[in-house]
């Protein structure tokens, strides 16, 4: 087990390395913030100023050092745009983004799977090719698209329902949260379930696989043999058999959820770290970017050490020692 | 001997979209209480499905369309899934081909013999886990109480099998229908596992369906033999009344091909053709295309079941004229 963290844990170490290299590299290679900072009324001295003050007069191997040495000890360096550690700014916009998330996966694990369930035991039945159909939908129209119609629909002809940023906040331990207030809520519902769609037809369709294809297994008709009601038939022989799959992809969309709340959080206006990643973008915040990515790496690289461990909690046959290849 | 089961013009029919598949197509079967009857025939006779219609687990596309199934006279056709809950693992059992597939990989063999104690047993947890480390000790299996807690990829094929042995013996079942539960298995362990479903028949007084491709294996076992042949019992009578003096040129030639009737060093001789399509219009007896003494007769009207001195034989030229093996 520990033999299996520490390795996990040089791998991911790697993986930032690598990452971070790129993300500097391509920054570097796309434009210079500098021209998209200063005014272009300034005059030169003004730009050179500017330019020694941001580090930008280095080269970029130095500036990657001095980037590199500063990360070892937690400082991810100065937004550009802003004046504020990246980190912090970023750590600002995280919740946002977390519940976001979190509510997207909740609401496509707590329908997809029940929903999957049905359309597995009743493929043929009207109710499960309903379910199959709308899947369809929910796996091929556009993410932005469908916030829009949302937005038309519920907030704009409807008005049931709020489209813009999070509403009112309660702060818990300092972090702020929308879904314990009534407003809150109502501002979470539309980003939460645009965002969910993709994911809740994904879990649909695996969950349905699965449930076929554990129907058909011989260890389900001799549970029928041994005269098994179908609820546990269903509830612990079938469930517990596509839980291993299942969990696989819940933890591993789940950290896409997060990095793919992009466009969600700009169709909703949500101030979550998506929305921040795209305005650094426009502003060349390499700072920003970068530390952003790795927060985003670094969260994949977590989820998949929770999957991991769920797996091998799950399936007997799989031991941690083993699995430290993937 | 007292009738447990008496199975009459059972028909259990698949609908594909090729059309109807005949996979148990008017069989007769008849078990008496304490009995073995070794039910034989190849692959696709329709030996599963005849098992699985006796449970009441046909699956769609399946569906029994006719004939009568009784256990101790009782109707089990057309029975709602209330009553067949109550009547599996309790009264009929199965065990079926390949140990591998038939646990659940993702619990505890305790888990799974609980299960089935308390589908049927109202039995405190304390009282449910002895009675699940007897019934692994009544199979064989080795220190049974710290096997409990084992998983199913911790036990060899065998041991998975006697394992599934006892889930199905927990209740002391009336029938045990065996689905080839050694096929899978190396020669060693599948004589012991024969004779362990022997002695634990014996013991509870439970009557065995034993169904097998390989007539040398219930040649010790059964107190009768039935031959399927394309979804029919084409021959059924005493053990030792078959193998000595079959009726039905399809039993003979599959006694033919067995390596055991044959000197060392001859050539066994196989039955020529392949298996027949159980689709569309049947036509004659189903055996006539591969059968050395069909006549013209064969191939036009379907033999029907003739019962006569023990022993009942589907075929037009059975039991009127012996024909030597
Ligand atoms: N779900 C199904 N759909 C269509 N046909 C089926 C289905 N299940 C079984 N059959 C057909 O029923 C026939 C009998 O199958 P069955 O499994 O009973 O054969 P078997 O005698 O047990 O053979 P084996 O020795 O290979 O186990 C086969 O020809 C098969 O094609
Ligand atoms: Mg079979």
Redesign the pocket.
Known sequence: MIAFLLRRLVQSLLVLLAMSVLVFVGVYLIGNPIDILISSQADQAERDRAIVALGLDKSIWSQYGSFAFGALTGDLGKSFAHGVPALELIMTRMPATLELALTAMLIAVGLGIPLGMIAGLKPDGFIGKSIMAASILGFSLPTFWVGLMLIMLFAVFLGWLPSNGRGETVDVFGVPLSFLTLDGLAHLILPAVNLALFKLSLLIRLTRAGVREAMAMDYVKFARAKGLSSTRIVGVHVLKNIMIPIVTVIGLEFGSVVAFAVVTESVFAWPGMGKLLLDSINVLDRPVIVAYLLIIVSLFVFINLLVDIAYSALDPRVRLADSGAH | MTTLLDVKGLKTY?A?TLGE?R?VDDVSLAVAEGEVVGLV?E????????GYSLMGLVDA??RIVAGSVKLQGRELVGLGERDWRALRGHDIAMIF?DPMLTLNPVLRIDTQIIEAIRAHADVSAARAREWAAEALAGVGIPSPADRLTAYPHQFSGGMRQRVAIAIALLHKPKLLIAD?PTTALDVTIQGQILAQVQTLATQMKTSVIWIT?DLSVVSGLANRIAVMYAGRIVEEGATTDVLTNPAHPYTRGLLRSLPSQNKPGETLTQIPGAPPR?LGERVGCSFAPRCDQAQVVCSEADPDRTVAANRAVRCHFALREEVAV
Do not use: R
Not at chain 2, 43 to 50: I, L, M
């Open positions: 698949f594909t598949v996979a025939g692959s696709g006779s329709g030996k599963s499905v005849t596309p399946g081909q080839e491709h159980l």
